[in-house]
């Protein structure tokens, strides 16, 4: 059974770096088949697809993130992460890695990320 | 970017209940629509992919219907359970997007 974690920091200062890393387990992260993404919820809003990356590492980019953002696949450690520059208290949320394979049928469980000084 | 519109954004519904969540987006993407139930403090969980197609451990009460720009989850005989926020999805074209949420309250 596929399983996706999240992790990294839970506090980021303001105007520094947001890094996470997603750890895939179950199953290989080099599967073509499968799109690797990253989705964000803003406390008591909505979910926010932020961007994903793929077999090869081909990125696509939320257009609203793109000039912050950078993802990344590792298939020999079975990760991708997110590197989201300059942060603001807007940029405060729950963020999930999640697989892409017709719908996103595997998702981690979330990690709280709070930007404050 | 598609904008998925959501309604009703909150319903307050009866258990056995029928329950028809509708989603439209502001350009066709033909069935590339999925339906997600949200609980509170979890991760969405993939109710329907691809407009219609149901998921192996999915309740059969959950269904789905729709093409192009009109979707429809629809919960028949609703269970407590089922309380949560259900979410739309469109993989069509980039940048992917949301709707904005159905909440679902068990009376």
């Known amino acids: 059974q596929v399983q996706l974690q999240e992790s990294g920091p839970g506090l980021v200062k303001p105007s520094e770096t947001l890094s996470l890393t997603c750890t895939v387990s179950?199953?290989?992260?080099?599967?073509?088949?499968?799109?690797w993404n990253w989705v964000r919820q803003p406390p008591g809003k909505g979910l926010e697809w932020i961007g994903n990356?793929?077999?090869?590492?081909?990125?696509n980019y939320n257009p609203s993130l793109k000039s912050r953002l950078t993802i990344s696949l590792d298939t020999s450690k079975r990760q991708f992460s997110l590197k989201l520059t300059s942060v603001t208290a807007a940029d405060t949320a729950m963020y999930f890695c999640?697989?892409?394979?017709?719908?996103?049928?595997?998702w981690g469980q979330g990690i709280l990320v709070t930007v404050s000084s | 970017e598609i904008v998925l519109t959501q309604s009703p954004d909150f319903q307050s519904v009866t258990s056995k209940e029928k329950v028809t969540i509708t989603c439209r987006a502001s350009?066709?993407?033909?069935?590339?629509l999925h339906w997600y139930q949200q609980k509170p403090d979890q991760s969405p969980k993939l109710l329907i992919k691809y407009a219609s197609q149901s998921l192996s451990g999915v309740p059969s009460r959950f269904s789905g219907s729709g093409s192009g720009t009109d979707f429809t989850l629809t919960i028949n005989s609703l269970e407590a359970e089922d309380a949560a926020t259900y979410y739309c999805h469109q993989n069509s074209s980039l940048p992917q997007t949301f709707g904005g949420g159905t909440k679902l309250e068990i009376k």
């Open positions: 350009q066709s993407i033909g069935s590339f």
């Open positions: 179950g199953g290989p992260a080099s599967d073509g088949r499968f799109q």
């Open positions: 999640a697989r892409d394979h017709g719908g996103f049928d595997h």
């Open positions: 990356v793929y077999h090869r590492g081909t990125t």
